[in-house]
């Protein structure tokens, strides 16, 4: 048994450490990525439940690596762990609201969704930090005035976990400059319900896993209530995950405002996407 545990000892060791060096690689391969520019946004329509018309776009990262597109779940939480998370996700919000003004200098009426990380938030140690980043982005970018009012803000529940007066404080503001607040993967955190009503926000978005298998009453029931609960509140529902026909009956019958899905769209690169919008 002790020659058992000496070697499962070592065996996690060697398990240790590798990950430590794998996590280490990733770090320094992101932090030239963020030197070479190697990173790119894509995005994915987000349309009307009524006449299935594109409202909305989610930008998504991707990273260009060894000729492959390699996708956020691979390397946000190594660019958290690291605090990189702080200089891409500014890059991802450049990039973005550029884009938004493209939409706009073509007359397009079309939002944009950017995904701020929970880490990200907290990292910023004054409150305002990320409103400041965001104003001097916009002012950078644009000297008409930026339309906050089409821009999204996408938070998770983890940000929400224990009601803190800052948050509600820089996600107030926020909300004051124009920019929408939403609540992603809604269903999948831990915390109470209490919180929809306490925070200022204004769009949930159920997460695809409650879409997933749409003859699952529970789920169904979830995905009804969470409806009726928005509904009471005046917030608007995104459903995420829609890729086939059953789903979208599903949904429609649920009485959302916006749906996500691959049976609409799947994340487009920015040409594609432009091509799409001005078409549509
Ligand atoms: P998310 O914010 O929940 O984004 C939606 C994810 O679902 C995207 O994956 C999208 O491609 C995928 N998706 C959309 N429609 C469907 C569908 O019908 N079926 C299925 N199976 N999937 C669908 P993606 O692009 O790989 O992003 C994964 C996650 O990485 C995102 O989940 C988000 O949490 C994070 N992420 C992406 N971009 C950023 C970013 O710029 N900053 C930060 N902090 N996180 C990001
Ligand atoms: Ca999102
Ligand atoms: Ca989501
Ligand atoms: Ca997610």
Known sequence: AKEQGRNQFHFFNDQMQSDAERTAKLTNALKLAIENDAFELHYQPIVCAKQHRIRHVEALIRWRHDGRLVRPDEFISAAEASGLIIELGRWVRVEA??????????????????????????????????????????????????????????????????????????????????????????????????YLSEFPVDIIKIDKSFIRDVNDKKQAALVSAVVALSRALNLDVTVEGVESHLQLAFVSEKEVDSIQGYFFHKPLEKTALLEVLTKH
């Open 97 to 194: 609201m550029k884009t938004l003004l493209e939409f706009q200098a073509l007359e397009l009426d079309i939002g944009m969704s950017i995904n701020v990380s929970t880490f990200e938030f907290w990292s910023h140690n004054l409150q305002d930090c990320l409103i400041n980043s965001i104003t001097e982005t916009a002012t950078k970018i644009c000297s008409t005035g930026f339309p906050f009012h089409r821009l999204t803000l996408e938070i998770t529940e983890s940000l929400l976990m224990k009601e803190q007066v800052h948050l509600i404080n820089s996600l107030s503001q926020l909300r004051k400059l124009g920019i929408k607040i939403a609540i992603d993967d809604f269903g999948t955190g831990y915390s109470s319900l209490s």
